[in-house]
């Protein structure tokens, strides 16, 4: 017989006790920082007669953090709904996850690059990353729906965000490379993090709900809503947390010309690849995004319009090449995030590599931080860019093998293979 | 024989004449302020070489703006189409009485508290604040959405809007109380002015319809477009009118916390509650966003996130203990305003309490307008903020009275025992 | 027998060479402006102390880039979604048509008006502009929507750009007209420019597809979102590009106005066109709508709350009038963006011909560019808002009736009269 799926004790006692510590742990290390403080900020300020309010942080940062909130929330949320019967849990269980990450992923990321006298500081830059890394998360939420518990979701957050906490410490503060949109951090680590965790958990007789696994007509245009919502917030994303001025606002445009071009690459092969010339939404839903993820290390740098367009392009091209089928890759991710991802930190690399002062003049400090200690040297910058995704696939591959294995254990709930993409397991 | 619930002439007729009583009113009344005036603003620059355009209040307050916007007319709108044949009216009459009621509050709002020489001065924050007595309204409508009329859903909002205005005045104007997030002037007033007006409005044979008090698949999911952007916005509703600087900021941050924990206790007691441990949609769809509510007053005061945390624990838990069937209360607005927004005040009061100048420095005067007149005092800071709950009850329980019975009146085309919740009554 | 509609080979291909041409263009023409450029924005920082990234045009126009970008992708493309089996073609050619169209504004408009030294400057505003540009082409797409193929659409896109381009250099660089919101150069232009399309490809046998042609009800929920989130972001369409400062706070503040009165003439007149007095949604997904462009040419100027008013109403009464069922416009684009287009081109006109240094005060040359020069004159102001309204119309039908034929040409796999209004057609 099958394990029980009744959450009823599971799921209460998860979330209570797991809220429980994240209260304490906040009460015990998490501290306002300077531009949310009422004293520290208000020292802070200037005594000249000009106000500077508007230096505070929350005005260059919050409309970008909005952005990116909505595209955890409802992009992710509603991409997912495109199973005919998945949609309260696509919707339910990432806002849950979400939720719970983003908590979580304060403190971990506060613990590795935000301590500062033994406490984690906390602002709307902080809230962003934590955001970012909810999206990885949500990211291999993807390989998995519909096959796992909200319990299993869980367990898979705590582990998940800890070593995507472990790994950008590595790459942003050991390595001190580039990455402000997460072509690496975020989308490689969550990509193939989830494609281990999903492959560990290959269940051989997933075709006995094979008949759920599928779209209908209404389900694909919730889908769309997620699409879209991602595809016009994603130059937010990639720009949210990059420095002000002219990285902000170069990073932004970048990436609104490399997503614009993937658009037609994804429609054209789409077309190409159906025996009638007819357009799938499965592609149109997930190849469009592959140009957001496809510059999310080199938007901030000089790509030039041209060359984001390129990245793009070549982008919206290689989200249909490979097949995860073998691994039961529920949302394609390995074609959204996973290939785009690597091909974002290449052009990163590259465009890393070739950097100048002829080309960024005084600029140049703003982009690539070692510059001001005077051993900014591109070559070797973009090596180590090359190295970090080295680095980003070992610790996604491994760490997502031991996930999958904890998740293996028998006590979460997990859907019989008869009831997988079926909301009415877990909803009322 | 039930009354006619034929629209033909009565709304239009209403629209118009209050259409027509709003332009002429505005015309007499309203002028540009200082920021959106031609003459005035560009008077008022400094003359120095730096411009000064970034200082208007324009660029620290209309992305909050757009973000409490999307609250109103999605948020609202939508969380309310979980009804499986109400989703017309939901949207629509959503759209009706918000449009409608921005306008008058503007009006009501500036007579009671933004007269300059017998002109109301209007800008960015008195559309915000516009937006909120609105969002009152929308609290109220909850309570009695699929059992009322247009006509009478638009009288209920000239009343309801007046009594706001006459609210909100008593405790900012004459009391001098925090509550930018409104969880006294806008959700307590709002849920219990509602409650009481359901509650006169009572229908001792409503079970007629009760086959169409429910949801179906797809509804649930656009009432979850509802929630979501409602919960990911409500940082910027209630930071949106608190001062510059680091209370925007703080406030945004300690909502995002609150609303973060309390969606863990909603999934908990979701299935905690249910015999077979399933999640219900009702749940995640409202008290999932008690935490914004709860965190209304003490929001912007150095409440920590860790007391966020705490306030949006206790709001998710509470929003399950008291059942309102008999009351006739369709979408729960006690759950998720009514109790909530009682917290809130609370919390609010033990929070401004418990300020001093050690913990906010120089910032205290910029949350506590009182400060600088030399005559605030913790205590009776926190007496004042309690009084202001008992008042906002009392306003909102008496003026629900008046208005329900007025909305009696067998005038409005209201529709019958054996008609509610259905679209087909108002819409082609 | 029909020509084949197979996509196979011909949207490929056009959109790999469209998107080729365009990379190609953009990397011979197209640069980063001052505010983009890593060199640039750090040469042009003024040397004081205080850091001016404040000042980078990117936080005066992203968020307002950000709520236009969700109006072309979410506004106009899930306000298509009201046909029952044509939801994937209104939210996936608008999408397609969308991001081509964005990329070729981008190089038609900077080659018209935004050349410096032979090369195109972006940044954030030729984003909004490109946006606006993608707009007008999506309102013409309203009037064919069901009738064509996606090639169909995308070769009336390059020569509707390419118009567009050509008009707005007339109206604003020669004639130097007002005209931020886009009455003229968007709606006008885009409505009859579509509308001249949709004559010329005049089907006499449509009705065969006529049981296809209507809505059902979810499918005008989905609409709905399109409405709401078009009439909740014009306030930031009209104000996206106005001057820094009051004009951009004046113009969102005059927009919010007339769209609330425009909502009460909607559902007057809704509800009294109709025998029954029911509403109709086809009207509250439009008219409604009307209000925001009417105001699009004045918004800007001192037009007072009191006088958007009064347009928006006027916008919302007019929107019933005209049936212009013999050209098959099945979105009604001349109901909400004709006519409306129409009305606020003279109610521009006559705002700028009352303009006075009375009621501006030294802002008036921050609205009318002219006044600097000393050649401001209002009553001639006036006069060339109105020759705008009349080159616009002229170009938009004289471009329509060249793109309606060449659209006629049996190449391009447009459905069969049988076949319109389907999905099945283009989508697996």
Redesign the interface.
């Known amino acids: 017989m099958a394990e029980s799926t009744?959450?009823?004790?599971?799921?209460?006692l998860l979330?209570?006790i797991?809220?429980v510590i994240?209260?304490i742990l906040?009460?015990t290390l998490?501290?306002?920082n300077d531009?949310?403080?009422?004293?520290?900020?208000?020292?802070n300020r200037t005594d000249s007669a000009?106000?500077n309010?508007?230096?505070?942080?929350?005005?260059?940062r919050?409309?970008s953090f909005?952005?990116v909130?909505?595209m955890i929330?409802?992009g992710f949320?509603?991409l997912m709904?495109f199973l005919q019967r998945y949609?309260?849990s696509s919707?339910?269980f990432n806002?849950?996850i979400a939720?719970?990450s983003?908590?979580w992923a304060?403190l971990m990321q506060g613990f590795f690059h935000g301590l500062h006298h033994g406490k984690i500081h906390?602002?709307?830059t902080s809230?962003i990353n934590a955001d970012f890394c909810t999206g990885s998360v949500l990211i291999s939420f993807g390989a998995v729906l519909g096959k796992t518990s909200?319990v299993q979701l869980l367990v898979m957050a705590i582990f998940e965000v800890t070593l995507f906490a472990v790994n950008e410490f590595i790459l942003l503060s050991i390595l001190g490379i580039n990455d402000a949109g997460g072509s690496m951090t975020i989308h490689t680590f969550g990509a193939y993090f989830g494609l281990m965790v999903t492959r560990v958990l290959y269940r051989p007789n997933l075709d006995k709900s094979k008949h759920r696994n599928s779209s209908v007509?209404?389900s694909?245009?919730?889908a769309?809503?997620g699409t879209?919502?991602l595809?016009?917030?994603w130059p937010?994303f990639n720009s949210a947390i990059t420095n002000?001025?002219?990285?902000?606002?170069?990073t932004?445009?970048n990436t609104?010309?490399s997503?614009?071009?993937c658009?037609?690459?994804t429609?054209?092969?789409s077309?190409?690849v159906?025996?009638?010339?007819?357009?799938?939404?499965v592609h149109?839903q997930n190849a469009?995004l592959a140009g957001g993820v496809a510059v999310g290390t080199a938007g901030e740098m000089?790509l030039?319009?041209?060359g984001a367009?390129?990245v793009g392009?070549l982008a919206g091209t290689i989200s249909y090449h490979v097949c995860c089928c073998f691994i039961q890759d529920t949302c394609g991710i390995h074609n959204l995030h996973g290939m785009p991802g690597v091909l974002g930190a290449v052009v990163g690399a590259v465009t890393a590599a070739l950097a100048s002062p002829d080309?960024?003049?005084?600029?140049?400090q703003?982009?690539f931080a070692d510059v001001e200690t005077g051993k900014w040297n591109p070559q070797s910058r973009g090596g180590f860019q090359a190295i970090s995704l080295a680095v980003t696939l070992g610790m996604a591959l491994f760490g997502g093998l031991i996930t999958g294995f904890i998740l293996k254990l028998p006590i979460y709930g997990a859907p019989p293979d008869t009831h997988c993409f079926e909301d009415g397991l877990?909803?009322?």
């Open positions: 009744n959450m009823r004790l599971r799921l209460p979330c209570i797991l809220e994240l209260i906040f009460g998490v501290e306002y531009d949310t403080h009422a004293m520290l900020w208000n020292e000009t106000r309010d508007h230096e505070n942080e929350f005005y260059y919050y409309p909005q952005d909130h909505v929330f409802v949320g509603f709904t949609g309260f919707v339910g806002f849950l939720a719970f983003l908590q304060t906390v602002g709307v809230m909200p007509y209404h694909d245009l919730f769309m809503i879209i919502y595809w016009m917030f937010s002000y001025g002219d990285p902000q606002h170069r932004a445009m609104y010309y997503l614009a071009a658009t037609l690459a429609f054209a092969f077309a190409l159906n025996p009638e010339g007819k357009l799938d939404m149109i469009a000089m030039t319009a041209f367009m390129i392009f080309v960024y003049g005084h600029g140049l703003r982009v877990y909803w009322e």
